[in-house]
C-alpha cells in the first residue's frame, strides 16, 4: 500500500489484531489479500463513511473488504475482536474484564406506544362547511 491513511492500523495495533485473522490453510489456492491492508480498508470505509466501491485503490479490492466484512460479521470474528478488546482495556484501568452491571436509557426503551396522531387530536370542520 503506498499512501498513509488516518484509519491505517499502526505496528502495536496490528499486532493486538493479528491474533484473530484466519491462518491461512495448507492446502487449496493460496491467499492473494494482505490482511493488514484489508483491515485498513476496512477501517477506511468506515471512518470516511464511502461505499464500498468508492474505496481507493491504494487498498485491496473492494470486493474482497467487503467479502471478509462480512464473512467475520457472519461468523462472529468481530464480536470475538471486540470482546477481547473490551475485556484487554477493562484489565488495564483496573476493573473486572466483565462488567457487572448494565443501564438502560430510558429514554432510548420505550414502554409504552403512544396513541395515532389521528386519535389525539380533535376534528375540526372546514370553514367551507360552515359556511353553507
Given at each position: 500500500?503506498e499512501?498513509?491513511?488516518?484509519?491505517?492500523?499502526?505496528?502495536?495495533?496490528w499486532?493486538?489484531?493479528?491474533?484473530?485473522?484466519?491462518?491461512?490453510?495448507?492446502?487449496?489456492?493460496?491467499?492473494e489479500?494482505?490482511?493488514?491492508?484489508?483491515?485498513?480498508?476496512?477501517?477506511?470505509?468506515?471512518?470516511?463513511g464511502?461505499?464500498?466501491?468508492?474505496?481507493?485503490k491504494?487498498?485491496?479490492?473492494?470486493?474482497?473488504?467487503?467479502?471478509?466484512?462480512?464473512?467475520?460479521?457472519?461468523?462472529?470474528?468481530?464480536?470475538?475482536?471486540?470482546?477481547?478488546?473490551?475485556?484487554?482495556?477493562?484489565?488495564?484501568?483496573?476493573?473486572?474484564?466483565?462488567?457487572?452491571v448494565?443501564?438502560?436509557?430510558?429514554?432510548?426503551a420505550?414502554?409504552?406506544q403512544?396513541?395515532?396522531?389521528?386519535?389525539?387530536?380533535?376534528e375540526?370542520?372546514?370553514?367551507?362547511?360552515?359556511?353553507?
Amino acid at each position: 500500500m503506498e499512501a498513509s491513511y488516518p484509519s491505517d492500523l499502526s505496528d502495536a495495533e496490528w499486532a493486538v489484531l493479528r491474533k484473530f485473522v484466519p491462518q491461512e490453510r495448507s492446502r487449496g489456492r493460496p491467499r492473494e489479500v494482505n490482511f493488514r491492508t484489508l483491515l485498513n480498508a476496512i477501517f477506511y470505509v468506515n471512518k470516511e463513511g464511502i461505499q464500498w466501491r468508492a474505496l481507493p485503490k491504494d487498498f485491496c479490492k473492494w470486493q474482497s473488504a467487503y467479502h471478509y466484512f462480512r464473512l467475520w460479521r457472519i461468523n462472529g470474528t468481530w464480536q470475538r475482536m471486540n470482546d477481547s478488546l473490551r475485556r484487554s482495556e477493562r484489565q488495564a484501568q483496573g476493573r473486572p474484564a466483565e462488567p457487572s452491571v448494565g443501564i438502560v436509557d430510558s429514554q432510548s426503551a420505550k414502554t409504552t406506544q403512544k396513541k395515532e396522531f389521528v386519535d389525539t387530536t380533535r376534528e375540526r370542520r372546514s370553514r367551507v362547511a360552515n359556511a353553507t
